[in-house]
């Protein structure tokens, strides 16, 4: 199975500030990587598929880089909205996996 | 506005057994591949059996395999999971979720349920 890293496994940041998050796959899965935004309670939501592509209706502030093993997440300019658990997922192989999630907090 | 309500969840002994429904609206079921991906209480995300549109195709984690059964009705709408031999383990919220491409098992959830809760317990 590939196994999905994901760092850190939280964060704190302040409204406005630049947050990363990466994402590491134990073998090449060129760009078959989505990042997902959970809130507490709530269903997954897809954001970034094919590791950089913005899923319809999602603001531009979210971005998404990266192929082969090494991925990243960005929130540019963070809202209190964005508050959430953040997950990468391979779809190069099966079995789908998923990263440990990032929970990212204001500070 | 594509819908996708879960229905099924419940308290269940070790051992029993649990049919989750998943009722899609909204879209063209029948062109969509289908998933369920799972969640324990407090932790992370699962993938945990997947369906080709025809059900040509289908796929389990090694977790579930030969316990589950995912299946599906496209007259009807609506995708199963045939749960058997339940562990304690099995407990999560059991979402279904729908793969993004027309016609593709490709992985990318686009639109989620809100999930339905399992709770394998004594």
């Known amino acids: 199975d590939i196994q999905m890293t994901q760092s850190p496994s939280s964060l704190s940041a302040s409204v406005g500030d630049r947050v990363t998050i990466t994402c590491q796959a134990s073998?090449?899965?060129?760009?078959?990587l989505n990042w997902y935004q959970q809130k507490p309670g709530k269903a997954p939501k897809l954001l970034i598929y094919?590791?950089?592509n913005l899923e319809t209706g999602v603001p531009s502030r979210f971005s998404g880089s990266g192929s082969g093993t090494d991925f990243t997440f960005t929130i540019n300019s963070l809202q209190p909205e964005d508050i959430a658990t953040y997950y990468c997922q391979q779809y190069d192989n099966l079995p789908r996996t998923f990263g440990q999630g990032t929970k990212v907090e204001i500070k | 506005e594509v819908q996708l309500v879960e229905s099924g969840g419940g308290l269940v002994k070790p051992g029993g057994s649990l049919r989750l429904s998943c009722a899609a609206s909204?879209?063209?079921?029948?062109?969509?591949?289908m998933n369920w991906v799972r969640q324990a209480p407090g932790k992370g995300l699962e993938w945990v059996s997947s369906?080709?549109?025809?059900?040509?195709?289908?796929y389990y984690a090694d977790s579930v395999k030969g316990r589950f059964t995912i299946s599906r009705d496209n007259a009807k709408n609506s995708l199963f999971l045939q749960m058997n031999s339940l562990r304690a383990e099995d407990t999560a919220v059991y979402y279904c979720?729908?793969?993004?491409?027309?016609?593709?098992?490709?992985?990318?959830?686009?639109?989620w349920g809100q999930g339905t809760l399992v709770t394998v317990s004594s």
């Open positions: 369906i080709s549109s025809r059900s040509s195709y289908i």
């Open positions: 909204g879209f063209t079921f029948s062109s969509y591949s």
């Open positions: 073998q090449d899965i060129s760009n078959y």
């Open positions: 094919d590791a950089s």
């Open positions: 979720a729908r793969d993004r491409l027309v016609g593709a098992t490709r992985g990318n959830f686009d639109y």
